[in-house]
């Protein structure tokens, strides 16, 4: 219990990890293969992964409780776990009742005191979405139109996603002990560095490290929250909870798209593009640091654990 922040956000590193390889991928393979391999490799390798899952991801210990045939692969996850008990042949599994939400509605998330933490929550994830949205679509062209080559935007969009995992691997350690702390810390961390990006004129080793240093703000806060929304809400309605944040935050995520066109269609200066991303991330910091408040008030601290 003690780590469920970080097997959440370990379990979420695959995803820089294959947007880092696809700008990897576009900058090595798309000149001599044509642009048709991005698609050949995006289509090819997730039918791969589903052969290796199918055969190799293991299934949850509740659900093979739940069936009767398979109680000798319960009784080896149970000894794995918990060596020092003793597991006869005749021991009897059973999984403690609890309550569950059923259904989708999100009343349950504005009740018992969470309808403040919720909206905010919410607010977050949306002006998060739309700054990492912003940045994921519209970093490569802008980078285009300031001078840099073809290649140079290719590294800058696997820099963004690989200083993602390294920002990722720090909140690994600090999430579990400082609940919402380094979310704050991040957001407020990524707005001067967003805003470096647009002054015109920089050199190209400093554009990519500043294309690191926003991916190890956005991404890392992506993780960050992934874990928190994990955290916050009691077991009976966690899945819900999460659910509806992440679906929320896809309002962010088209939002930011559709922003980043009509800036473009506007015809504004480069400083002027990257203030957009800058801007929602400074609102994040704020609707973050309400959200620790109340963090702090309902857990008693900064940790986020009811015990």
Same mark, same amino acid.
């Given at each position: 219990k003690r780590l469920r922040a970080a097997f959440i956000i370990i379990t979420q590193f695959g995803i820089p990890a294959g947007q880092a390889l696809g +700008?990897? %991928?576009? +900058? *090595?393979?798309?000149? #001599?293969? =044509?642009?048709? %391999?991005?698609?050949? &490799? =995006? +289509? /090819? %390798?997730? *039918? &791969? @992964?589903? &052969? /290796? #899952? !199918?055969? @190799? @991801?293991? $299934?949850?210990?509740? !659900? &093979? /409780? *739940?069936?009767?045939?398979?109680? #000798? $692969?319960v009784r080896r996850i149970a000894t794995i776990l918990r060596p020092e008990l003793p597991h006869p042949e005749d021991a009897q599994f059973v999984i403690p009742s609890s309550a569950v939400t059923t259904g989708i509605s999100p009343l349950k998330l504005f009740s018992a005191g969470l309808a403040s933490m919720t909206a905010l929550l919410w607010l977050v994830q949306i002006a998060l979405q739309v700054a990492n949205s912003f940045m994921i679509s519209w970093l490569p062209l802008l980078l285009r139109s300031a001078g840099a080559t073809r290649s140079h935007t290719a590294v800058s969009t696997s820099l963004y996603s690989i200083g993602g995992m390294i920002g990722g691997t720090l909140m690994l350690f600090l999430v579990d002990r400082f609940g919402a702390i380094p979310i704050v810390a991040m957001f407020a961390l990524g707005v001067p560095v967003v805003v470096g990006l647009g002054v015109p004129g920089l050199p190209t080793v400093v554009v990519l490290g500043a294309a690191a240093g926003a991916g190890f703000c956005i991404i890392s806060i992506n993780f960050g929250m992934n874990a928190v929304m994990g955290m916050i809400y009691p077991t009976a309605i966690r899945s819900n909870g999460v659910g509806w944040t992440m679906a929320v935050g896809r309002i962010g995520s088209l939002s930011g798209s559709v922003l980043g066109g009509l800036l473009l269609g506007m015809h504004l200066s480069q400083r002027q593009l990257f203030l957009a991303p800058a801007i929602f991330l400074g609102i994040g910091a704020v609707l973050c640091a309400l959200f620790l408040r109340l963090c702090i008030r309902r857990f008693r601290g900064y940790r986020l654990d009811e015990a």
């Open positions: +700008g990897m %991928v576009s +900058g *090595l393979w798309v000149p #001599a293969h =044509g642009w048709r %391999v991005v698609f050949f &490799l =995006g +289509g /090819v %390798v997730p *039918l &791969l @992964l589903t &052969l /290796v #899952a !199918y055969f @190799l @991801l293991p $299934e949850s210990i509740k !659900y &093979l /409780v *739940l069936q009767a045939s398979r109680v #000798a $692969e």
